[in-house]
C-alpha cells in the first residue's frame, strides 16, 4: 500500500504497488472502525487485494494482510522515510500492467533495510533514490564523463546542468564559455563508485553501509538535483524529512554540548 487518500466521509482512494504495476481502487467504507478493509488500506501494508474493474478506477472488494511492517509506524522517523520511499515508488511505478517486477522487489528490499536497522535511513534513502533515478532513465554512469565518456580522475566534478560528472578537461572548457555557472560539487571518484554500486547491486548483495557525513551530504546534494530536475520528481515529504533533520541535528548537537560541559566538569574534579 503506497497512499490512501480519504474520498467522501468513509471510502478511501488507495494506491498498490504489484509486480505489474500500479492500481488505484476505491475502498468503500474502509474508513469505518468496523471495515473489513480498514486493516488492509493502511500505508505500508502488503496483502493480496481482490479488485473489480470494468471501466475507470476499479473497486476494492476483499483483502488479505500479509504484512504489516509495524515497526516503522510505531517511530516518527522511520515512518516519514517510509512515507518518502512510498512516494517515490509511486511516482516512479507505471500503471498496470505495464509496470516493473524489478520495481517491486527493490521496493521491498528498501523498506525491509529500513526496518532491519542495519544502516542509518539516511543511508538508505540515498540507496532507494540512485535505484529510482536508474529505473526511470534519469540516472547518468557515474564512473564515466557526461560530456566525453572519458573515465573520471582521482577528483569528479558534479554539475548540475551537465546531469552528472564532468572529468578535468570537460570542467576547463565548461568555466570557459563565459555562460552562468551552474552548481557545482567536488567529489573524491570513490563516491562515483558508490553511487553505481548503490544502483546497481541488489539489496541482498549489499553488506552494511558506511558513510562519512560529509560523503553522505554530498550524495544528498547530488540525487536531489538528479531528481527534481531530470527525473521531475518533488515529493511533499522530502520536505518533512528535511524538518526532521534539521530538528534532530539540533538535538543531537544540544545533546554533544552538555555532554562536553559534563566533560569538563569531571575534568575540574579530578
Known amino acids: 500500500m503506497l497512499r490512501a487518500i480519504a474520498y467522501g466521509e468513509s471510502h478511501l482512494i488507495v494506491t498498490l504497488l504489484t509486480p505489474a504495476g500500479r492500481v488505484v481502487a476505491l475502498a468503500r467504507g474502509a474508513k469505518k472502525p468496523q471495515s473489513r478493509l480498514r486493516a488492509s488500506t493502511q500505508l505500508l501494508t502488503r496483502g493480496l487485494y481482490s479488485i473489480t474493474q470494468h471501466s475507470g478506477m476499479g473497486t476494492l472488494g476483499q483483502a488479505e494482510v500479509l504484512e504489516t511492517y509495524r515497526s516503522l509506524r510505531e517511530s516518527l522517523e522511520l515512518a516519514a522515510y517510509a512515507a518518502y520511499f512510498c512516494e517515490l515508488a509511486a511516482a516512479a511505478a507505471e500503471d498496470r500492467p505495464h ?129 527534481t530536475d531530470y527525473a521531475g520528481i518533488v515529493l511533499r515529504s522530502r520536505r518533512f524529512l528535511d524538518q526532521l533533520d534539521e530538528l534532530s541535528k539540533g538535538v543531537n548537537t544540544s545533546a554533544g554540548e552538555i555532554d562536553q560541559r559534563h566533560d569538563e566538569a569531571g575534568s575540574h574534579q579530578v
Open 99 to 227: 509496470g516493473s517486477v524489478a520495481l517491486y522487489q527493490q521496493f521491498s528490499g528498501t523498506l525491509h533495510r529500513l526496518r532491519a536497522g542495519q544502516d542509518i535511513p539516511q543511508i538508505v534513502a540515498r540507496v532507494w533514490e540512485t535505484k529510482v533515478l536508474r529505473m526511470v532513465g534519469a540516472s547518468p554512469n557515474w564512473q564515466l564523463c557526461v560530456r566525453c565518456g572519458e573515465p573520471l580522475s582521482e577528483v569528479a566534478d558534479y554539475r548540475s546542468k551537465a546531469g552528472g560528472f564532468l572529468c578535468a578537461q570537460c570542467v576547463v572548457q565548461a568555466d570557459s564559455n563565459g555562460r552562468t555557472p551552474d552548481f557545482s560539487l567536488l567529489v573524491p571518484t570513490a563516491l562515483a563508485q558508490v553511487l553505481t554500486r548503490f544502483a546497481e547491486t541488489p539489496w541482498e548483495r549489499l553488506g552494511e553501509i558506511r558513510l562519512k557525513s560529509e560523503n553522505l551530504n554530498r550524495l544528498d546534494q547530488i540525487l536531489r538535483i538528479q531528481l
